[in-house]
């Protein structure tokens, strides 16, 4: 038996699950979104990884006086504070989203260029 985690059957398991389920759903993806709300979970950092492999863009949504790590905040097209009881969060999350399409049809029509 290997010493290596990455060669037990549950992680085999759970890396064929996300080849089959989450990559194609950010694939998919026109926006990806990110939360982070100062932990750092394993589910967040594959799904990260496929967002920056993918070449997706990125809304990292960050709970209340979180620090953003500086890599998150460099690689992040926006970041949104969400506090759930602020009405506000909707509109801010939907000129961001907005913000980033626009960016992204400039983009791809430079491309074409």
Known sequence: MSDDPFDAPEWLEYA?????????????????????????????????????????????????????????????????ELALDDPSFPERLQAAMTRVMDKQGNSNEEDKQ
Do not use: C, N
Request: charged share 25%; hydrophobic share 50%; no cysteine.
């Open 16 to 80: 064929q699950h996300a080849r089959d389920e989450l990559e194609p759903m950010i694939k998919d993806s026109a926006i990806t979104m990110s939360f982070f709300d100062g932990k750092i979970e394993p589910r967040m950092a594959l799904e990260l990884g496929y967002m920056l492999l993918l070449d997706k863009p990125i809304i990292a949504v960050v709970t209340p006086g979180v620090k953003v790590p500086g890599k998150l905040a460099i690689v992040a097209d926006e970041i949104v």
